[in-house]
T-cell receptor
Framework: NAGVTQTPKFRILKIGQSMTLQCTQD?????MYWYRQDPGMGLKLIYY???????DKGEVPNGYNVSRSTTEDFPLRLELAAPSQTSVYFC??????????FGPGTRLTVT | GQQVMQIPQYQHVQEGEDFTTYCNSS?????IQWYKQRPGGHPVFLIQ?????EVKKQKRLTFQFGEAKKNSSLHITATQTTDVGTYFC??????????FGQGTRLTINP
């Protein structure tokens, strides 16, 4: 199993550009999450999904959108990137046991 | 919203010394999880505590959940350089999503 994979690993965006961060898991987990981690800080939940076709907002959803058309994929869309969205983005998934498995992260810089 | 406060924010120890990080909630938790994040890496699940007063051990790591289920601690005995990283607690209240603490960054002088 590859676990949770994320692409790209790094990205630099100009202010106002858009992009999609990809996340895929091969563990057949129903629950998937997107977090952002600012330097020296904890993880803030952006969006989550409890299954295909179902998504909900987390703590910091503004400026982001998600979709969940399949169990495996949970892409995060950034529209009109702003410097405040410079962060490391982690995707995670969990099954019935509740522990979360994290992907390697995407380091995004908006300049 | 619900929060978990984690202290200290940073801890520097000599190799071989013990280390403890604490996590507190103002309200009763359903469960608490602990994660470790190595520098430049991603969080990795360590353990979940569910029962009041629960104590679990993993080699040199001891995890405790308070009797009131409002606080938790992670204690590392005789630290090694492989213990370097940031340790996060994450609390859950009922069916709500996990809320992560700010983490304790551990550095070790070999």
């Amino acid at each position: 199993n590859a676990g949770v994979t994320q692409t790209p690993k790094f990205r630099i965006l100009k202010i106002g550009q858009s992009m999609t961060l990809q996340c895929t898991q091969d563990m057949n987990h129903n629950y998937m999450y997107w977090y952002r981690q600012d330097p020296g800080m904890g993880l803030k939940l952006i969006y989550y999904s409890v299954g295909a076709g179902i998504t909900d907002k987390g703590e910091v959803p503004n400026g982001y959108n998600v979709s969940r058309s399949t169990t495996e994929d949970f892409p995060l869309r950034l529209e009109l990137a702003a410097p405040s969205q410079t962060s490391v983005y982690f995707c995670a998934s969990s099954g019935q046991v509740n522990e979360q498995y994290f992907g390697p992260g995407t380091r995004l810089t908006v300049t | 919203g619900q929060q978990v406060m984690q202290i200290p924010q940073y801890q520097h120890v000599q190799e071989g010394e013990d280390f403890t990080t604490y996590c507190n909630s103002s309200t009763t938790l359903s469960n608490i999880q602990w994660y470790k994040q190595r520098p430049g890496g991603h969080p990795v699940f360590l353990i979940q505590l569910v029962k009041s007063g629960e104590v679990k051990k993993q080699k040199r790591l001891t995890f405790q959940f308070g009797e009131a289920k409002k606080n938790s601690s992670l204690h590392i005995t005789a630290t090694q350089t492989t213990d370097v990283g940031t340790y996060f607690c994450a609390g859950q209240w009922g069916a709500q999503k996990l809320v992560f603490g700010q983490g304790t960054r551990l550095t070790i002088n070999p």
